[in-house]
């Protein structure tokens, strides 16, 4: 699975961005997704997963309430739709695949895209 994030950009804090993961050469329908970011000095974080069928989705307590997963299989594409954004989500965001659904943790992925950088200015 070739997966590919964009979206990202520079935004002031209080603003929005929405971030895709398209895939290619197979189609995301069957692959629960989730969205990572990794920024300077921590660890890679899992924001946020969603099932298969779309009817489960998961969210790290730092965007709960803020970001909303969403898919639309027609388009093979996973959003991220973030809302006001702060300095601190400040990071490279990642979109991962995998066949089989699990916790929204790194280890549950085999498929990783390319990051596409968020930066949120103060």
């Known amino acids: 699975v070739q997966l590919q994030a964009s979206g990202g950009g520079l935004v002031q804090a209080g603003g929005s961005l929405r971030l895709s993961c398209t895939a290619s050469g197979v189609s995301l329908d069957n692959y629960y997704v989730g969205w990572f970011r990794h920024s300077p000095g921590k660890g890679r974080e899992g924001i946020s997963c969603i099932t298969s069928s779309g009817g489960a989705t998961d969210y790290a307590d730092s965007v709960k309430g803020r970001f909303i997963i969403s898919r639309d299989n027609a388009q093979n594409t996973v959003y991220l739709q973030m809302n006001r954004l702060k300095p601190e989500d400040t990071a490279v965001y990642y979109c991962?695949?995998?066949?089989?659904?699990?916790?929204?943790?790194?280890?549950?992925?085999?498929?990783w895209g390319q990051g596409t950088l968020v930066t949120v200015s103060s």
């Open positions: 991962a695949a995998d066949i089989v659904a699990g916790w929204c943790e790194e280890s549950d992925f085999d498929a």
